[in-house]
């Protein structure tokens, strides 16, 4: 069977609750049209079963919506009084689902989803936040590396800073170039899937999914560093702290946070004012006296300088870039002409970013300030420059708040990303599902537990997650912009060799960041990324190939394939036609006509069923069950099971009574186990017969309240789950509610 | 219907894994046949369905035993190849399974369980041991209040040691009494329930699981101290080494140690010889200084001497007698003439253990030792006496061996008599599950979980623990006793006024000490057994409320009470018979007949059922689901649920090209759920015709292996979970294997 293929990572990007979902091709129709052929022969005249049906399936006795419903149309739900229930209630209320709702709040359509379109003054602050507020760290970042050098190791910064610099334009004219090429949205694991093939995109977006985690951890780590700077004695409970806000940006996402421009432009552009207002205050106050510098405290150098620290310096400032591609990936949420307004956007946030990023470093030279443990750089700028009232405050909060944002974009881009992921196959479904509030809910708690780990893990300390952070950044990067190499060079339309050369020098930039990055930080913590990223590319890898795997399983078989087992059949023999049993021959006898044969798509009238009624008592829920069992039509064996000679002949006694209306079969379990023997002794059973489908009957009695549960035995559930693995056993379990 | 009476606590105590069990009753047997006479009318004859057996149920083909078995004999297993299942296998082979194979061994036979008979001499160790070891903490626990008042209180140590020397004596008595009483083992629980009425043998059982619970976790942190107080360099480790040995006790008792008399026997006596070793070489030691005692280190007194003072030492040093009631309990495991050798080795621990508890408490006054932090008492009186070579070792080895000794009685008192509470059904059924290995599994690891929460609660320090242990011990003694004075009344045997007396005086002296340790110690720690004992009760006594209310349930209905409902029941209806369907008459018309019609014993033909298959796609495992679903012979609705226009669209173009052979319903999911509105769809059929039975179909993916398991919805198992509390509702999930 040809695999069908997935849908083009080039195609459309549409978030529907249905993408997953493949249009039957003609072949498809063709070779469900021949089974149906076969249950045509087996069940007759389709009316006189349609005719049985008991109750009105349509439900729509008492609704009178009006409308005359096709049978294909989708039926509306009434209660048990024929009143139509109101959709907005969603589930059922158990607490759980109640708890939920207050804090969640109620469901959302399907029909909810909306593709808004921001203006570039919107759209700015909303994709910019993340790059922007990476000015909180980077500089501090690169300053504690270089700081160890001491006097002649800050000697160094402006050097790093201007390479930082002129990083950040070539890849920011990287950019531009993807967002023209992509204007439904490029982001590194479709630009790499579709230019690089399956293989580097895969890898690709394993570093997408280290950067969204550290992008939350370091974010919450240097928010929480702002307002600790402001607030000292809140030092103490700063891992607390960030817990709380990655646990409130969960609910967030969880409730949908509709992206809500007002909300999200406010405290971006007020962070950029207010940094920028810091840089032009201490440039003023620096002219004043001539652009002297202040002479910084006194450091003791634990290093010499060397090309080592130098390096590990500009990768460390690099982090600083994070975020820049953000753009790129949401070119489809600007207003048309959509790819311009993204370029310009992109223009406009990476002379920001320069501006924030030079003007800090500029300044922190000025004013001879140097990293401190309970001070953040910014923190110590803004007391020189502004000193320590209101517009302090304004710049600590407006970083706290840009840096809660920025963690928040991760909280969108990455259950997305595992949407695309999952949409090709390469991650678990349960990825593709959208939750009450239209939000993939499994991605964004998925997401909270890595950072929370990640964060907790390395103390909540932004200087300790850093060296984490440029590998998997840097490796989107670079698999992006070679992507976009390989796109160029294959298109060559107009103007190819400008973008070209422009994404050439952002691959080879990053790619050189990326090495810099990863060899100078690898015993600092890049270890942990640089074996993520393999064993993430691993797991998208096998959970490929197993999807495969299922859709070749599940597919109808055409043709040739279903003609080659049919030839082999067993003759078709319907057991509850009275037929005279001839399982008598043998245990085994039957055994090479494959163990699935049950379990094709067969007519009904190809199934050889029977039915095992598995009793440990005979009361009132086992009597019911033997009644189920045998009102199936199917031929009827109960089996007891028995610990002891004086339960078996307890039991005994009380069958014969009854009036042993059925064969009865007593298992001895001389070791007490109810579930291991009957296991053995139904696959047993079903070795006889491998073309044979069991249902097995087990009377369950169900408590009122949960937590009666556990005065049950379950013996059900436990045979079910014994039984799972088992071809042709089908559990049934009758309950009996008390 | 009249409650059947839970079997008489006086009956003879077997463990037999079919305890539980009760023979049916005359009116019970006559129940059964007449609802067999229904089934008569409606299957008409046995043979036509066991003819139409499509295996051999016996199994017996090639198997071979020779013996001609009845069809109540119990089969023997026989594999795919009709070689016979080698029955010490046990349950199947997974890796859980293997695992714990290696930890616990091989199953047992029930068949192994075997009375074994003891000699007094074997008895007195191992009944004996969790007294003994008393001395360990006992005397300990009693200076350590004392010691708060300095010399003054150390002065008293005489007067309080003989109080307790008494209380001794009449314990002893009393229970000297209950051994001649209850030859067939009278533990507090049995006497008290059987003289007293079910709430004070509950009440007596809430205590003596409190006692076996800190009798671990006294007797694992005093024996850790012997340990540390020998090797000081241990003591850190303090916390961590008494986890190991609660975790091997457990470990050893699930693999079901036997008593083996002889390993027992050894570290009790070598205890008895240590300890009396050093009272005698103190007592020489002392003789030959004129018996003056040693001046004791100087000691700052916290507290004045006082009543309040006194009471409390009395009540800890009172704990030097727990445990003294094993041997009542043990009865008939001494060999005839039971009730007479028990007394004899009753009498013969109490006289050692006064001898060793007066011994030790005129030492410690002779040499001035005082309760220290990081070395026990004993450990101290050693070091003076026999120094610190071989002889002290071999002091603190057999101290921490018969203390591992008295842990482990309670390893199998606590199983045996959640046992005796689940066999009254005070306790969950699964009590009385004997394991693999013939031991009662679920009540060592509920032991060993208590145990463990207590002592790393308390944080592993016996000073802490023994304020908490008085109080059940004592409450059982006082209701134990109470109960033979009750049971002497009411007897009026030979003898029976002095006996009386002897009871009369333990009970009000264990009372005594009962409100003494209540009153002194609650804030200290006896509010958390006074707090668990009444919930525990409580427990116990819901719990019998619910197996009562069960059992009533389960029970088949007598004649009034199934006539009544009968004569209101719908027109027995089949619908597997193709009869037209009336059920359009309407939802909720027939709402009346009661909901759980669908469950009561009937006759097959009394059923009426219809079967609904849902799926979400149309593959091949959905197809199997339809072609099992209609070969059940019942009317089959298809139900497909969408969660938005295109996926139904989808659908029924794969449905029509199929050929639309069944009834298909399209329900559409606006919020995307699946098992939410499938639950509802589901209810509103049922709502329809109350009396129906839905047989509810779900196709299931099962992949091979459980860590793919993830990759899958789990449609079926959790629209079982959310339509379990529904009656009339059952949920089939067909299996596809990949």
Redesign the interface.
């Known amino acids: 069977m040809p695999e069908p293929s997935p849908p083009s990572p080039a195609a459309p990007v549409v978030l529907?609750?249905?993408a997953g979902?493949?249009?039957?091709s003609e072949a498809?129709?063709?070779r469900?049209?021949r089974?149906?052929?076969d249950?045509?022969r087996?069940?007759g005249d389709?009316a006189?079963?349609?005719?049985?049906?008991?109750?009105?399936?349509?439900?729509k006795?008492?609704v009178g919506q009006g409308e005359a419903a096709g049978?294909?149309?989708?039926?509306a739900?009434?209660?048990?009084?024929?009143q139509p229930?109101v959709?907005a209630e969603?589930?059922?209320a158990g607490l759980a689902s109640r708890l939920r709702r207050v804090l969640i709040g109620p469901?959302?359509?399907?029909?909810a989803v909306v593709q808004e379109r921001m203006r570039k003054l919107v759209a700015l602050p909303i994709l910019g936040s993340d790059a922007l507020s990476s000015v909180a760290y980077g500089p501090e970042a690169m300053l504690a590396v270089l700081v160890l050098a001491g006097s002649a190791g800050l000697g160094l910064t402006f050097p790093v800073a201007a390479a930082i610099a002129v990083l950040m334009i070539a890849v920011g004219l990287s950019y531009r170039q993807t967002v023209r090429a992509y204007p439904r949205g490029g982001g590194s694991y479709i630009v790499a899937t579709d230019n690089l093939g399956r293989g580097p995109g895969l890898v690709a977006a394993a570093g997408l999914i280290t950067d969204y985690v550290l992008t939350v951890a370091v974010s919450t780590a240097s928010g929480i560093a702002a307002i600790t700077s402001a607030v000292p004695s809140l030092a103490p409970y700063a891992l607390e702290l960030g817990l709380v806000g990655i646990v409130a940006l969960c609910a967030g996402n969880l409730r949908g946070v509709k992206q809500a421009g007002n909300l999200f432009a406010f405290p971006t552009y007020l962070f950029i004012a207010a940094v920028g207002l810091v840089i032009v205050v201490g440039l003023v106050d620096a002219a004043s006296r001539g652009f002297a510098a202040e002479p910084h405290p006194p450091v003791v150098a634990t290093e010499g300088v060397g090309l080592l620290l130098v390096l590990r310096a500009f990768s460390s400032g690099a982090t600083a870039m994070t975020g820049i591609e953000a753009i790129s990936d949401g070119v489809p949420a600007f207003r048309p002409p959509e790819w311009r307004n993204a370029r310009t956007t992109l223009t406009a946030m990476v002379s920001a970013l320069l501006f924030l990023f030079v003007g800090t470093v500029v300044l922190v030279q000025l004013e001879g300030v140097i990293p401190m443990a309970d001070e953040t750089v910014l923190s110590q700028l803004a007391h020189d420059t502004v000193g320590s009232g209101v517009l302090y405050w304004v710049v600590q909060i407006s970083t706290a708040a840009v840096l809660l944002l920025a963690a928040n974009t991760a909280f969108s881009d990455f259950p997305r990303l595992l949407f695309f992921l999952a949409r090709d196959r390469n991650a678990?479904?349960?990825f593709l599902?959208?939750?009450?509030r239209l939000a993939f809910s499994n991605g964004i708690l998925l997401l909270t537990a890595a950072a929370i780990a990640l964060y907790v893990g390395f103390d909540g300390k932004t200087s300790r997650l850093i060296p984490l952070f440029a590998v998997g950044v840097f490796l989107a990067f670079t698999l992006s912009q070679s992507g976009m190499v390989v796109h160029w060079w294959r298109g060559r339309e107009a103007g190819w060799r400008r973008s070209l050369a422009f994404n050439a020098v952002g691959a080879v930039l990053s790619a050189a960041v990326l090495l810099i990055a990863g060899l100078t930080k690898f015993t600092e913590g890049a270890w942990v990324v640089a074996l993520l990223i393999p064993a993430l590319v691993l797991v998208f890898s096998r959970?490929h190939r197993?999807?495969m795997?299922?859709r070749a399983?599940?597919?109808?078989?055409d043709d040739e394939a279903a003609a080659a087992p049919r030839r082999g059949r067993i003759v078709p023999h319907?057991?509850?036609d009275?037929?005279?049993?001839?399982?008598?021959g043998?245990?085994?006898a039957l055994?090479g006509a494959g163990s699935?044969a049950g379990?094709?798509?067969?007519?009904?009238?190809?199934?050889?069923?029977?039915t095992v009624v598995c009793l440990t008592t005979?009361?009132?829920?086992a009597?019911?069950a033997?009644?189920?069992a045998?009102?199936?039509?199917?031929?009827?064996?109960a089996?007891h099971i028995?610990?002891?000679e004086?339960?078996?002949r307890?039991f005994?006694?009380?069958?014969a009574?009854?009036?042993?209306?059925?064969?009865?079969?007593?298992?001895?379990s001389?070791?007490?186990?109810v579930?291991?023997?009957l296991?053995?002794?139904l696959?047993?059973?079903a070795?006889?017969?491998r073309d044979?489908?069991l249902?097995v009957v087990v009377p369950q009695?169900?408590?009122?309240r949960w937590w009666?549960q556990?005065?049950?035995?379950h013996v059900g559930r436990r045979l079910?789950r014994?039984l799972?693995?088992r071809?042709g056993?089908?559990?049934?379990?009758?309950?009996?509610?008390?």
Do not use: C, N
């Open positions: 529907s609750p249905s979902g493949i249009a039957p498809e129709l063709a469900l049209g089974i149906g052929t249950w045509q087996a069940i389709r006189s079963w349609q005719g049985a049906l008991p109750v009105d399936p349509t439900l006795v008492g049978r294909f149309e989708p039926v739900l009434a209660d048990a009084a024929g229930v959709e969603g589930p059922p469901p959302l359509r399907s029909s678990p479904l349960a599902r959208m939750g009450d959970v197993y999807y795997g299922v399983a599940v597919a109808l078989p319907r057991w509850g009275g037929a005279p049993g001839d399982g008598a043998g245990p085994g055994a699935a379990e094709r798509a067969d007519a009904p009238d190809e199934l050889a069923l029977m005979l009361d009132l829920p009597l019911r033997l009644a189920y045998a009102s199936l039509g199917q031929p009827v064996l089996v028995s610990p002891d004086d339960d078996a307890r005994a006694k009380r069958w009574a009854w009036g042993d209306h059925l064969p009865l079969e007593i298992v001895s001389p070791y007490r186990a579930v291991a023997p296991t053995r002794y696959e047993a059973l070795a006889q017969r044979l489908t249902t009695q169900v408590a009122g009666m556990p005065l049950h035995d079910h014994a799972r693995a071809p056993i089908i559990v049934t379990i009758v309950p009996f509610h008390l």
